[in-house]
């Protein structure tokens, strides 16, 4: 069973920064992609920025440039870098892990740090 464990949130005034760290406990960090989420009071989530095994990175239009997404597979944890930080940014976030489909594919969630920016 995988566990992840989101750490990072908090309150910060636009123009902030803050980092998010979600660590996962287990063994298959290293073969998982790794994601951020985000979901705002009566929005749908949605995927902000994403990391392949390989560290090929993707990221939602509404962050390129202002957040950075990395991973340390030797503490198997996944970062995400947030600058330059907008009211528009405030939502709740989610760590994702996902396996391979060769292992399965399925999804694991942390249970989301809160991030809240004021103008």
């Known amino acids: 069973q995988v566990q992840l464990v989101e750490s990072g949130g908090g309150l910060v005034q636009a123009g902030g920064s803050l980092r998010l760290s979600c660590a996962a406990s287990?063994?298959?960090?290293?073969?998982?992609?790794m994601g951020w989420y985000r979901q705002a009071p009566g929005e749908q989530r949605e995927s902000v920025a994403t990391i392949t095994r390989d560290s090929d990175t993707n990221y939602a239009d509404s962050v390129k440039g202002r957040f950075t997404i990395s991973r340390d597979n030797a503490k198997n944890t996944v970062f995400l870098q947030m600058n330059s930080l907008k009211p528009e940014d405030t939502a709740v976030y989610y760590c994702q892990l996902k396996l391979p489909l060769a292992w399965g594919g399925r999804d694991y969630w942390g249970q989301g740090t809160q991030v809240t920016v004021s103008s």
């Open positions: 287990g063994s298959i960090f290293s073969i998982a992609a």
